[in-house]
T-cell receptor, first 116, second 114 residues
Framework: AQKVTQAQTEISVVEKEDVTLDCVYE???????LFWYKQPPSGELVFLIR??????QNEISGRYSWNFQKSTSSFNFTITASQVVDSAVYFC?????????????FGEGTQLTVNP | DGGITQSPKYLFRKEGQNVTLSCEQN?????MYWYRQDPGQGLRLIYY???????QKGDIAEGYSVSREKKESFPLTVTSAQKNPTAFYLC?????????????FGEGSRLTVL
């Protein structure tokens, strides 16, 4: 069975601070994919990034960066110079195997509040 | 614009009543999904469908039913057998023939049982 744990339920920062959201996953599959989604107050989740288990290269996209470490089964997400618009619930998710379809296992989510 | 439309956005139900949540997509996606979101529990998969006229149970299917008669539509019925139906329900779809895991979500339906 798969599991995703986001230990931080809520994080509150002041604008321009850097913030890291933690994600730890569990799976016995050697082929898997990790994701981050953002859920703004409107409710719909928005896809941010996907990494596969064979690619541990870290990724940066603007103010967002992701650190994937198989040795610790972690896929952490850092927002640099946070902004009020970053306030949302962030979900880490896991998909195992190469089968078609996109059945994901989600973590509990981290509510990020960025205060002005 | 292409996307996923869920309706209604808010719904109130009396105990013992069935209720159907609508999900329509115009993205030409083959696969569609229903998730339930509860505070502190993330998203849990209720049902999913990878093709028309076929669907599979997810992790918490008890008390729910679905149909997939058209590619564009995947309605979810919350039956009276669902013990704790008050929740936020999210519908999603994924692109055809791809194994990316990228889901496109609707804005959700919030169901409250009175």
């Amino acid at each position: 069975a798969q599991k995703v744990t986001q230990a931080q339920t809520e994080i509150s920062v002041v604008e321009k601070e850097d913030v890291t959201l933690d994600c730890v996953y569990e799976t016995r599959d050697t082929t898997y994919y990790l994701f981050w989604y953002k859920q703004p107050p409107s409710g719909e989740l928005v896809f941010l990034i996907r990494r596969n288990s064979f690619d541990e290269q870290n990724e940066i996209s603007g103010r967002y960066s992701w650190n994937f470490q198989k040795s610790t089964s972690s896929f952490n997400f850092t927002i640099t110079a946070s902004q009020v618009v970053d306030s949302a619930v962030y979900f880490c998710a896991l998909k195992v195997g190469r089968t078609s379809g996109s059945r994901l296992t989600f973590g509990e989510g981290t509510q990020l509040t960025v205060n002005p | 614009d292409g996307g996923i439309t869920q309706s209604p956005k808010y719904l109130f139900r009396k105990e013992g009543q069935n209720v159907t949540l609508s999900c329509e997509q115009n993205l030409n996606h083959d696969a569609m999904y229903w998730y339930r979101q509860d505070p502190g529990q993330g998203l849990r998969l209720i049902y999913y469908s990878q093709i028309v006229n076929d669907f599979q149970k997810g992790d918490i299917a008890e008390g729910y039913s679905v149909s997939r008669e058209k590619k564009e539509s995947f309605p979810l019925t919350v039956t009276s057998a669902q013990k704790n139906p008050t929740a936020f329900y999210l519908c999603a779809s994924s692109a055809p023939g791809r194994n990316t895991g990228e889901l496109f979500f609707g804005e959700g339906s919030r169901l409250t049982v009175l």
